[in-house]
Every structure is written in structure tokens, then in C-alpha cells.
């Protein structure tokens, strides 16, 4: 089955910093999610982004799907962005999210 | 509008047990995943259903694991003789019909095998 990673695994920032996060898959995808799970345990919804670039306020993420990468950026860190952040594909011949082990993203006041 | 629903949200019960887990997806929603997320991990795929039937059941660990959607919309995870390896917390998602659209997860069901 498709292979996913995530880097890094641990990230901690002050509040203000910016961060990338990486999502690299072993073949050609559908559909890719990220998301954010939260310290209760939510799963929510950051993007679809099978392909292309998306912006949602402090929030952007870029998918080059050719090249089998995906990157979460976070702008100016705030403390309730902490969590766990999780990219998740789908292989084009199946309709299953295969997901990554995620990033543990710390904020720090 | 309504999320996906899950209950119960926690759920603690004795080795050996019968248990049933429900999700109520997004109203319309056409497609029904249950997936697994054990403790520092990401969640584990177990089913899909398209309308009422499995379409893929690969996930189900064992035959103890079993999933119905009877009426194309609830559905109910089942789990007869539980383990305590059984422990997580078990995540319901639906999308809408058609090709390559996004997965909206519940909040989930803890189960705890004592």
C-alpha cells in the first residue's frame, strides 16, 4: 500500500514563529487531506488539497502532486494551534485514507 | 449543519464483552468510513460503505469485527469477544457522492477493555 511520512515529528515554536510541515507519499493520489487534532482528540479539517495551493488565514497549503509532496504552512504561531497536525492521502485506485504518524506541533506562549 | 455524530462518546467495558459503536454521518453523505487510532498514532482504515454495502472491509483486523449500514445511512461497528488490544478510539468520517471528495470525521468513541 502507499507509504506516507511526515516531518518533523516534533516542532515546538514561541507564539509569533512560522512553520512548515512536510508530507512526502509513495505513489499517485486522489485526494489529500490535512488535518488538525486537537487535544481533545477532534479531528478537524484543514484542507483538501489533492493538487495546487490553498490559503485560509494563518493557514496555506501546497500540493505538487507529480513531484509526491505536500506542505502545511502556519503563520504567526498562536498557543491554540498546538496539537497534532495530520496529512492523509488517497491512492487513485482505492477510496481509503491512508494517513501519516503526524506532527506534534507545541506553541509556546 | 449537523457534523458527524458518534456515540457513545466513551464507552468502558470488561474483557470479553459484546460492544456496538454507532455513527450517524453528515445527512446525505453517500459514503461511510470507521478507521482505529490507537494511542500516538494515526487512524487505521477498517471499513467502507458506499449506500449499504461494505465496499471494502480489508481493515477489519479479525472476524471478531463486524460493520452493517442497513439502511444507508447509520451504521454500527460491532466487536463480539473484545481484548484489551482492542482499546482506541474508534473515528466514523462520510463524504458526499462522487469521485474524490474530501472525508468529515466524528468526534469519535473511546472504548476501554478492562
Known amino acids: 500500500g502507499i507509504q506516507v511520512e511526515q516531518s518533523p515529528p516534533d516542532l515546538i515554536l514561541q507564539e509569533g514563529a512560522n512553520s512548515t510541515l512536510r508530507c512526502n507519499f509513495s505513489d499517485s493520489v486522489n485526494n489529500l487531506q490535512w488535518f488538525h487534532q486537537n487535544p481533545w482528540g477532534q479531528l478537524i479539517n484543514l484542507f483538501y488539497?489533492?493538487?495546487g495551493t490553498k490559503q485560509n488565514g494563518r493557514l496555506s497549503a501546497t500540493t505538487v502532486a507529480t513531484e509526491r509532496y505536500s506542505l502545511l504552512y502556519i503563520s504567526s504561531s498562536q498557543t491554540t494551534d498546538s496539537g497534532v497536525y495530520f496529512c492523509?492521502?488517497?491512492?487513485?485506485?482505492?477510496?481509503?485514507?491512508?494517513f501519516g504518524e503526524g506532527t506534534q506541533l507545541t506553541v509556546n506562549p | 449543519g449537523a457534523g458527524v455524530s458518534q456515540t457513545p462518546s466513551n464507552k468502558v467495558t470488561e474483557k470479553g464483552k459484546y460492544v456496538e459503536l454507532r455513527c450517524d454521518p453528515i445527512?446525505?453523505?453517500?459514503?461511510l468510513y470507521w478507521y482505529r487510532q490507537s494511542l500516538g498514532q494515526g487512524p487505521e482504515f477498517l471499513i467502507y460503505?458506499?449506500?449499504?454495502?461494505?465496499?471494502?472491509d480489508s481493515g477489519l483486523p479479525n472476524d471478531r469485527f463486524f460493520a452493517v449500514r442497513p439502511e444507508g445511512s447509520v451504521s454500527t461497528l460491532k466487536i463480539q469477544r473484545t481484548e484489551r488490544g482492542d482499546s482506541a478510539v474508534y473515528l466514523c468520517a462520510s463524504s458526499p457522492e462522487g469521485d474524490y471528495q474530501p472525508q468529515h470525521f466524528g468526534d469519535g468513541t473511546r472504548l476501554s477493555i478492562l
Open positions: 460503505f458506499q449506500g449499504t454495502g461494505a465496499a471494502d
Open positions: 492523509a492521502v488517497c491512492e487513485t485506485s482505492g477510496s481509503r485514507l491512508t
Open positions: 445527512s446525505g453523505h453517500t459514503a
Open positions: 488539497i489533492p493538487s
